[in-house]
Structure formats: C-alpha cells, structure tokens
Nanobody, 127 residues
Framework: QVQLVESGGGLVQAGGSLRLSCAAS????????MGWFRQGPGKEREFVAA????????YYADSVKGRFTISRDSAKNTVYLQMNSLNPEDTAVYYC????????????????????WGQGTQVTVSS
C-alpha cells in the first residue's frame, strides 16, 4: 500500500509562485513514475505533469509548459511541482499520483497507469 500526501497549496496572486510537495510511503519510491493532475471548479480532472522513474523523463501539459517544473527527491520520498507565473486558470485542486510499475512515455498523461492517488491540495490564484 502506498500513501500519498500533498501539501503546499494555498492562495496566491496572479504572477506568483507555489511549490507543491507530495510525500509518498513505500520503500521503492524511486522506481515509481509520478504524476500531477488537477481539477478546477466545474471541470474534469486534467493532466499537469509527470516524471518517469527510468531516466527521469518529464512530460507537461501545454498549458503549464515553461511555467511548471516537476522534480523528485528519492531520499525524501517526495515529488514536487514548482509552479511559477500562476494565473487564475490554474486554480484547482492538485493531486499527485503514483504508478508503481514505473511506466514511461505519454501514457503517463492519462489516469489509467496510476495506482495510487493523494487527497489533493487546493491552489487558488487571485487576479
């Protein structure tokens, strides 16, 4: 069983930055591929970013490319999402997810590969 706990959400003005963290349990965290998704008000859950465990390849949604950065610290069993130049359209509940099979490629942009999900952290960007 893997538990994921997100933190770092909050209220920020447009143009500001936040860094989300996702702490994971599990001895083999370094072999998990990890993803971030979000769900805005009245919207479906959408892909934000992912990192494959093998080689550390990263993938980003077009809407966040160049503004958001996914990274991981395997020593801390934590994955991060650095979010810069935030705008009101980024307002959402952000979820991290773990793929314990360690898949790679753009399949990580869909929800299916992920085995475990966190409870989410709210990010609100004011204009």
């Amino acid at each position: 069983q893997v538990q994921l706990v997100e933190s770092g959400g909050g209220l920020v003005q447009a143009g500001g930055s936040l860094r989300l963290s996702c702490a994971a349990s599990g001895r083999t965290f370094s072999t998990y591929s990890m993803g971030w998704f979000r769900q805005g008000p009245g919207k479906e859950r959408e892909f934000v970013a992912a990192m494959a465990w093998s080689g550390g390849s990263t993938y980003y949604a077009d809407s966040v490319k160049g503004r958001f950065t996914i990274s991981r610290d395997s020593a801390k069993n934590t994955v991060y999402l650095q979010m810069n130049s935030l705008n009101p359209e980024d307002t959402a509940v952000y979820y991290c997810a773990a793929d314990i099979q360690g898949l790679s490629g753009w399949r990580l942009s869909g929800p299916d590969p992920y085995d475990y999900w966190g409870q989410g952290t709210q990010v609100t960007v004011s204009s």
